[in-house]
Each structure stands twice: as structure tokens, then as C-alpha cells.
């Protein structure tokens, strides 16, 4: 009975205290942020509100819109090829300024930015997606290719030629990655690897 009673008057008091502690905020947050009740007035139907003016130094941040075009570079340091694609902003990053796009992306360098147009570049370990890497893997050789966002050697084909069969220079060679620059050389080298 005596617990029943004391945990009874602690709930009372937290549930005062935190009533008491949403309202002291609440009246705060009425009293600081006067657009915003303007705003929620407008919405409610109570008042007509003008539109918030911005300062001249907000209106002079320049911003995305919806007609800005990105252009990303994409460098890749084994074969220090650039590889670029243009393409119109998502409606998403619309209304950015150079800060927020900065953040948004942290990986890429923000090389340029005007309303018209971003460019991002990034640094990829590896080779562009216009080279092919010949590499055993399983005993047998295995014909990939650099995925373009990371480098990363993706398998487009599993040959039948074994490992065991090149000799022992080529070998070390397929440890590595034979890296062909066309699919033309790629099926010369395994033409040869395979005589």
C-alpha cells in the first residue's frame, strides 16, 4: 500500500514537472519566433501574412534551381583517365547553396559552383570502366571490369582456361591482373594464353 501510494505521487510530480516544462517552452518558442506563428496563423486562417523578406546578404547566396546542370568528374588513378557526365539537377538538391551541396556530398570536391552550374570531382582507386583486368581467381582465369563509381573489378565472364596451364611468368602476371584496354585485346590475350 505504502509503495502503491509513493509511486502514485512520483508519477503525479514527473507528469507536472513535464507539463510545466512543454509550456515554459512552448511560450518561449511563441515569443522568439514571431514569423513562425505568423506563418501557423496564415495557415490557420486567422490573419493574412506577407511573405517573409530575406536579408540582402541571403539574397545575394547563390543557389541551385531547377535548370542547374552538374557535371561530375570522375578520375581514376591506375590509368589517370577522366571520365565526365553532365546531367540537370534532381528536384531534390533544387534551392541548394554551395555549403549544403558541399555536405551533401562529402566524398566528391566541389570544383565549381554557380546557379547554372556544379562540378564535383572524385579521386577512384582504380581503373575506368574502359579497361578489362584478366585475374585468376578460383584457378581459372576471370575477365573484369572496374565498376565507375568505385574501381572496383567487377566479373564479367568466367573463362575455362586453368591457371596451371599458363606458364609460370603469366601466371604471376594473372595474379596481378592483366589489364587490356579494349574487349578486342581482351580476346587477343586470351587467344594466346590459351595456345
Not at 48 to 76: C, N, Q
Request: glycine share 6%; with cysteine.
Amino acid at each position: 500500500m505504502f509503495f502503491y501510494k509513493l509511486r502514485r505521487g512520483l508519477l503525479i510530480a514527473i507528469s507536472m514537472s513535464l507539463v510545466f516544462t512543454i509550456g515554459v517552452l512552448a511560450y518561449g518558442y511563441k515569443k522568439r519566433i514571431p514569423q513562425i506563428n505568423n506563418l501557423l496563423d496564415s495557415f490557420m486562417g486567422r490573419e493574412e501574412v506577407f511573405p517573409l523578406s530575406l536579408s540582402p546578404i541571403e539574397a545575394d547566396i547563390p543557389k541551385t534551381t531547377d535548370k542547374t546542370l552538374i557535371k561530375l568528374e570522375r578520375h581514376y588513378t591506375a590509368c589517370s583517365h577522366l571520365l565526365t557526365e553532365e546531367h540537370p539537377i534532381e528536384n531534390r538538391y533544387a534551392g541548394r547553396t554551395e555549403g549544403e551541396l558541399a555536405a551533401i556530398f562529402p566524398n566528391w570536391q566541389l570544383r565549381s559552383f554557380t546557379s547554372e552550374k556544379v562540378v564535383f570531382r572524385i579521386l577512384i582507386d582504380g581503373y575506368c570502366p574502359d579497361h578489362f583486368i584478366i585475374k585468376e581467381e578460383g584457378g581459372y582465369l576471370v575477365i573484369f571490369r572496374p565498376d565507375k563509381d568505385t574501381g572496383i573489378p567487377l566479373a564479367v565472364e568466367a573463362t575455362t582456361v586453368p591457371l596451371d596451364r599458363l606458364s609460370y611468368d603469366m601466371q604471376e602476371k594473372a595474379a596481378e591482373g592483366i589489364v587490356a584496354d579494349s574487349i578486342e585485346e581482351v580476346e587477343q590475350i586470351m587467344e594466346n594464353l590459351g595456345s
